[in-house]
């Protein structure tokens, strides 16, 4: 039995030092076999970190203990930004270009401008429990991701409500000063930057509810809001006629091919809608029922309103000098705007145009947001390109009067287009030739 114990033993210790020699030395081995043994061991290391991390997890308390996830392929359904974060440019990025025109997409819209209730969803800071008559008065078509909108935002800052006006007046009970609300609504087609400026929106009006000055806080954007909808075929479905005081088309898509230029969200169609939409000066009232005795002829007859108000004016800015050549003469051709100001860069050559662009950009802040505010402007800028800039204003309703009567269906546009011409010319020439007369039998 000694000798059987002995000769296991001397077994035993014999194959425990095979087994160290060949841990030691381990034998050549092939890149696939190298690759399934590290594959391994990082298994094995990362099984390892999740015991630890299981066992930590049922020391912890359950106040810190990870929510479990049941299903992981709800994780893609998770929003990129949580509402009142500031969203991220890199997620919400879309291809600038799209056609009007098409009917891809579909918007829903009202059936007329009252039926549209803009405290519900765009300005809540404002709802009282009951449809009031707040509108947007100002519009940035094409808002992109909110640069000019935020800063119109700034320049206009919001108030307190006051029920039944569309521009909201609150007077000071310590000075005879008034303040007025406007409204400011970006107008966007594409969806994913319609929800980036949304959330940005949001998120400013966080931050100034958070701070400690909130009350008196001059940028709080609860006057701001966004909309996605298509401009040029629904526009006069949200806003009302002659209710807008500023309309902006910051870098508009060219469309440079010929066949596209009826994109163009500035034509000789859409400055008439456009014109239809800003407000006028002396705007004409019916009369009122108790103005029984007054006659036709009388001039009180008429309730004139917003007197001291300014005409409504339209902003269009591009960093291309043919778009602009464009704008130029689609807004001068047309009978109910009038220039305040044209601002051609680096290629003014008429002392009078510069010196009117300078004094109109140094009075009107709006105008110095439109070129430094928008991101498009801040890229021209960065690479050092040059910005053109048009400013046209509604004429007022005294003058529409005086030059009604000179209007008619051939020189309401003096401008038109080059396969009008032709045409035209043909149906002169036919006027202008007389006839031969048939030879009597």
Request: aromatic letters at 8%; hydrophobic letters at 25%.
């Amino acid at each position: 039995m000694e000798g059987g114990n002995a000769s296991s033993t001397t077994t035993a210790s014999t194959s425990t030092t095979d087994a160290e020699r060949k841990r030691k030395d381990p034998p050549p081995s092939s890149p696939c076999q190298d690759t399934a043994v590290a594959t391994a061991d990082s298994e094995g290391s990362q099984n390892h970190n999740n015991d630890d991390t299981k066992s930590n997890a049922e020391h912890r308390p359950p106040s810190q203990s990870q929510p479990k996830i049941k299903n992981k392929k709800n994780l893609s359904l998770q929003p990129l930004t949580i509402e009142g974060e500031r969203p991220q440019k890199k997620f919400y990025r879309q291809r600038a270009h799209c056609n009007p025109l098409s009917h891809n997409d579909s918007f829903s819209y009202p059936p007329h401008p009252g039926a549209m209730d803009w405290t519900l969803d765009h300005y809540p800071h404002y709802y009282s429990g009951r449809k009031t008559t707040i509108q947007p008065t100002i519009l940035d078509v094409g808002c992109g991701f909110g640069g000019l909108t935020m800063a119109l935002g700034r320049l206009y800052p919001s108030h307190p409500l006051v029920e039944n006006t569309s521009d909201i007046t609150t007077t000071n009970t310590t000075s005879t000063s008034t303040t007025t609300t406007t409204f400011i609504l970006g107008l966007e087609i594409r969806a994913k930057v319609t929800e980036y400026v949304r959330l940005r929106i949001l998120a400013a009006r966080r931050a100034a509810s958070s701070s400690p000055s909130s009350s008196s806080s001059s940028s709080s954007h609860h006057n701001v809001s966004v909309l996605r909808t298509n401009a040029q075929k629904f526009l006069p479905h949200f806003v009302r006629p002659h209710s807008l005081r500023k309309l902006f088309f910051c870098f508009p898509d060219p469309h440079f091919k010929r066949k596209n230029h009826a994109r163009r969200i500035l034509s000789e169609r859409l400055l008439t809608e456009y014109a239809y939409l800003l407000k006028r000066r002396r705007q004409r009232r019916p009369p009122r029922l108790y103005d029984a005795h007054a006659s036709n002829d009388d001039d009180n007859h008429y309730h004139y309103e917003d007197e001291d108000e300014e005409d409504g004016k339209l902003y269009a800015i591009t960093d291309v000098w043919e778009l602009h050549l464009w704008h130029v003469q689609k807004c001068q051709a047309h009978p109910l705007l009038e220039c305040v100001a044209i601002s051609n860069g680096d290629r003014e050559t008429n002392e009078a145009n510069a010196a009117q662009a300078a004094a109109a950009e140094r009075d009107d802040p709006c105008i110095r947001a439109m070129l430094t505010e928008t991101e498009e402007g801040q890229k021209v800028q960065r690479n050092q390109g040059s910005k053109y800039y048009i400013v046209f204003r509604r004429i007022s309703l005294e003058e529409e009067e005086e030059q009604e009567e000179q209007w008619h269906a051939d020189n309401f546009f003096p401008f038109q287009t080059d396969l009008q011409q032709p045409q035209r010319r043909r149906e002169q020439q036919q006027h202008e030739t007389p006839q031969p007369q048939k030879q009597e039998e």
